[in-house]
């Protein structure tokens, strides 16, 4: 197991947000963290991310306690995050967004521009163009392909695929699944049960910040009571 997640709770100030939520990730998974706006899913990922702390539980990852660690030693560690408003620098070109990303690595470095624009061939395109001036679809792989140039193990995808075109949905999906096979794990937050089910088997749904359901996503797809209490359909 690459994450585990283990009974946190999250505070925002005083407003207990998370409760209890345990949740994992074997390695080479997509797991998908399901729910409708409001639910948790940002504050989960903040939570193992360091930025926002959880008051109670604990958080491993690779079998070491990350719990209470600066955000920048928890990135270091070989997560990647790429949170739902693609915190793109838009005065930076595309190849210099990429270039203040780099991390070396001690083990060789799998990822670098070259590697990136291989596995992006659009942004090569637009190497040179201000990350403002992008499409929504441009800034989210770009938003991706900065955390590749950290060289994470793990990612975790807040939304990745919201407010995007279908056209554009489509490609995003079929990038996210080339990077579950280049040996990322992921953990994905989604709103919409149809998009997800196309990219992960394992799903929990989170609702009022506590874990209301956990299981295969096909199955899923069939509880239509399920679906209807917890998710968008
Ligand atoms: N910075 C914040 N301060 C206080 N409350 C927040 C903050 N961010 C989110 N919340 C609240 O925490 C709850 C969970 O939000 P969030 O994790 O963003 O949900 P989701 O990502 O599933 O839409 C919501 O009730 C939201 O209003
Ligand atoms: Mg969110």
Redesign the pocket.
């Known amino acids: 197991m690459i994450l585990e997640v283990e009974n946190i709770h999250t505070y ?2 005083l ?1 207990h ?2 409760f209890d939520v345990s949740l994992n990730v074997n390695s080479g998974e997509i797991v998908l963290l399901l ?12 939570s193992i991310m360091g930025l ?1 702390p959880p008051r109670q539980g604990s958080i491993r990852f690779k079998g070491e306690t990350i719990t209470g660690k600066k955000p920048y030693l928890i990135a270091r560690r070989g997560i990647g995050y790429v949170p ?1 408003n693609r915190r793109v620098f838009a005065d930076l070109t595309v190849g210099e967004n990429l270039e203040i990303s780099e991390r070396k690595t001690k083990n060789n470095a799998r990822w670098n521009k070259k590697k990136v624009y291989e596995f992006f061939p659009a942004l090569k395109e637009i190497d040179s163009r201000k990350a403002g001036f992008l499409s929504g679809g441009e800034q989210q792989m770009l938003a991706i392909a900065r955390a590749l140039m950290t060289n994470p193990e793990f990612l975790l995808l ?2 990745p695929t919201e407010g995007l075109a279908p056209l554009i949905v489509k490609a995003l999906e079929d990038q996210i699944l080339k990077l579950r096979d280049a040996g990322i794990s992921i953990l994905l ?1 989604e ?1 919409n049960v149809k998009s997800a089910l196309k990219l992960g088997d394992r799903g929990y749904i ?1 609702d009022d ?1 506590k874990i209301v359901y956990h299981g295969d996503i096909n199955d899923l797809k069939k509880n239509e009571d399920i679906r209807k209490k917890y998710l968008m359909v």
């Open positions: 925002y100030g407003s947000i998370l729910g409708r706006n409001g639910a948790g899913k940002s504050t989960t990922m903040r926002t739902d807040d939304e937050a709103q989170i910040g």
